[in-house]
Structures are given as structure tokens and as C-alpha cells.
């Protein structure tokens, strides 16, 4: 039989670990995983993966994965983009609703852009996908997952609102009449931005990338 491929995808936070081996696994595709502190630089979504994937790379001396999301507003030429977490952050779900409130334009994007590379120095490869949809009040339950909610009501105040930036946004990111988080998420694997971007890499793989 031959051996599975293996990522060792850098992130840490734990729900896009989840989605990532939701999809990839079912496709013979071992994803094993390290939290590091990655530097998120100022630039175009493949410029913040690209540098996140090549630091990643120095620090594990091997092969690695990375991600970077993005939330596009087209009404603000992409904002927030990259800087989507620091939003949510700042000014949740309400807020992400308020900056367009001026506009009539609610279409957003949401993008993931893997990086992925064979060892320190070596050249970063970028898979990108994209998911057209628009942003709404939120529906659905607005946590990205279930346990890190009801750590939630355990931590103090402080822990808690560091934790609010992993609740995501997809409560108020609806793509075809429901928000990402009224789907189930095999539904949402399939059509989101992550399931587009994965489906590249494992084009990619599969015709021998990682060889
Ligand atoms: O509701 C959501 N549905 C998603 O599908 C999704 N994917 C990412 N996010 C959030 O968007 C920001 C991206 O920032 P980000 O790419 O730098 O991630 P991160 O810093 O959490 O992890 P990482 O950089 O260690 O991989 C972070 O606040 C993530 O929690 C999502 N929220
Ligand atoms: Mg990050």
C-alpha cells in the first residue's frame, strides 16, 4: 500500500484544525499539527501567508502548511481582509454589521490562502480559495465551536474576550441564504473558502507536488 501523505499544518487555532482535517483527511491525507506564534506582516493576503509559511518553515526545519483568512468587504475595496481577527476583536459581529451601514453593497468574500513549503529557504507554494456571499446580523450559533463557548463562562473576563476572536464570523457571513453557521459543516467544507483552497492542495498533491 503506499504511505499517506502527510501536512504538518502550523496554526493555532483549533477550529480551522478541525475543518482542515475534516476535509483532507477523508482524501488519505494525514495532517498532523503545531501551534506556533506566526507574524502576521501589513500586505496582500499572499504576502501575510507567504511570510507566515517561510517563518514557520525556519522555525519547524521541515516541511510545513499555514493559513491566513481574510473577510472582504467589497463596499471597503476588501477591508478588512487581513486584519479580519483584530475586527472581530474590537468590534464583533455588530460592529462588522455597522461598517456597512453606509453602503447598499453587503458583498463580502471570504478567502483562505494556504501556504506551503518543503523546508527553510525553500520556495512558498500558495493554494488559494474563494467564497462569494454577503454579511448579515448574525444567525446560527454564534461560536466557531462548541467547547471553546462554554470554556467561555469559565475563564475570567480577560481570557474570555482573547478567546471572543476564535468565535469567527460565520454567524454574519451568508452564502446562499444561510450564514456558514446554519449549515451543517459538511455543507460548509464543501462550498467555503477552506474546502476550495484544500481542493487545490490536494490537486496539487496528488499529481505529485509534495515528491
Ligand atoms: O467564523 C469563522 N469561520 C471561518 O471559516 C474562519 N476562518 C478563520 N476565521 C477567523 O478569522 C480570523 C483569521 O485570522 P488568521 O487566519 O490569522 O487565524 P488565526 O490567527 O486564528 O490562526 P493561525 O494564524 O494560527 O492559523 C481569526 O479570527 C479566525 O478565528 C474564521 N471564522
Ligand atoms: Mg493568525
Given at each position: 500500500m503506499a504511505t499517506p501523505h502527510k501536512v504538518n499544518f502550523i496554526t493555532g487555532n483549533a477550529n480551522k484544525l478541525s475543518e482542515v482535517r475534516a476535509i483532507l483527511e477523508p482524501t488519505g491525507i494525514v495532517v498532523s499539527n503545531q501551534a506556533l506564534d506566526l507574524p502576521e506582516i501589513q500586505g496582500s493576503l499572499e504576502d501575510v501567508t507567504r511570510e507566515k509559511c517561510r517563518v514557520a518553515a525556519d522555525l519547524v526545519k521541515g516541511p510545513v502548511l499555514v493559513e491566513d483568512t481574510c473577510l472582504c468587504f467589497n463596499a471597503l475595496n476588501?477591508?478588512?481582509?487581513?486584519y479580519i481577527k483584530w475586527f472581530m476583536k474590537s468590534i464583533g459581529h455588530v460592529g462588522l454589521n455597522n461598517l456597512l451601514a453606509a453602503y447598499d453593497d453587503k458583498s463580502a468574500q471570504a478567502v483562505a490562502t494556504f501556504g506551503f513549503c518543503k523546508g527553510p529557504g525553500q520556495e512558498v507554494l500558495l493554494f488559494q480559495g474563494r467564497t462569494d456571499g454577503k454579511v448579515v446580523q448574525a444567525r446560527g450559533p454564534?461560536?466557531?465551536d462548541l467547547k471553546l463557548r462554554r470554556l467561555l463562562f469559565r475563564v475570567i473576563y480577560d481570557e474570555a474576550f482573547e478567546l471572543i476572536i476564535h468565535l469567527g464570523w460565520d454567524a454574519v457571513f451568508e452564502y446562499e441564504g444561510e450564514t456558514y453557521a446554519e449549515m451543517d459543516k459538511g455543507k460548509k467544507n464543501k462550498i467555503s473558502h477552506r474546502g476550495k483552497a484544500l481542493d487545490e492542495l490536494r490537486r496539487w498533491i496528488e499529481n505529485g507536488g509534495m515528491n
Open positions: 476588501g477591508l478588512p481582509g487581513p454564534t461560536h466557531f
